[in-house]
T-cell receptor, first 116, second 114 residues
């Protein structure tokens, strides 16, 4: 079965410093990986996705993610964090196994806190 | 263009009552998904529509939950005999079909069962 893990419940970063939010995955076929961000009392906003191609994926708001097949990871990164980046971040994998029709399987989420 | 919309934004009901939650997807998106997000957790899949038909309802927790999409656009999630454990945020997402299709989420409906 497909799954994702976000090993950190919370990540604390100082404004201007680089940030990394970790995600590892387990799939039986080709991985389709996504990152979403959720602000308080809001729905999920799409940041970026990896389907195929270049291992470094660039997305919205200056975020990027690196797909690493050997380590089965898809970590989210940003070179310089902003206070406004503080939110809940979810990694997800597309489920195409077992007859499913492509719903997303989400990690538990990582709370990012950026301090001035 | 307009994103996914969901109504109501908040719903408070009493145990045992019936509720309906509505989702209006992005125009032209044939795929529609319902998820449920409990406090401190990631969203969990409930049901998927491709067009008018429910292509995968394996995530519905029991037969009190039902969803329809009669004209292939707006969808309604229906919960009968609500229980306190049904309290959660119900999220709807839509996408174009295909493996690489990005799912775009609505703001959610926060359901509270007293």
């Amino acid at each position: 079965a497909q799954s994702v893990a976000q090993p950190e419940d919370q990540v604390n970063v100082a404004e201007g410093n680089p940030l990394t939010v970790k995600c590892t995955y387990s799939v039986s076929g080709n991985p389709y990986l996504f990152w979403y961000v959720q602000y308080p009392n809001r729905g999920l906003q799409f940041l970026l996705k990896y389907i195929t191609g270049d291992n470094l994926v660039k997305g919205s708001y200056g975020f990027e993610a690196e797909f690493n097949k050997s380590q089965t990871s898809f970590h989210l990164k940003k070179p310089s964090a902003l206070v406004s980046d503080s939110a809940l971040y979810f990694c997800a994998v597309r489920d195409w196994d077992g007859g499913s029709q492509g719903n997303l399987i989400f990690g538990k989420g990582t709370k990012l806190s950026v301090k001035p | 263009g307009a994103g996914v919309s969901q109504t109501p934004s908040n719903k408070v009901t009493e145990k045992g009552k019936y509720v309906e939650l509505r989702c209006d997807p992005i125009s032209g998106h044939t795929a529609l998904y319902w998820y449920r997000q409990s406090l401190g957790q990631g969203p969990e899949f409930l049901i998927y529509f491709q067009g008018t038909g429910a292509a995968d309802d394996s995530g519905l927790p029991n037969d009190r939950f039902f969803a329809v999409r009669p004209e292939g656009s707006v969808s309604t999630l229906k919960i009968q005999r609500t229980e306190r454990g049904d309290s959660a945020v119900y999220l709807c997402a839509s996408s174009l079909p295909g493996q690489g299709g990005t799912q775009y989420f609505g703001p959610g409906t926060r359901l509270t069962v007293l």
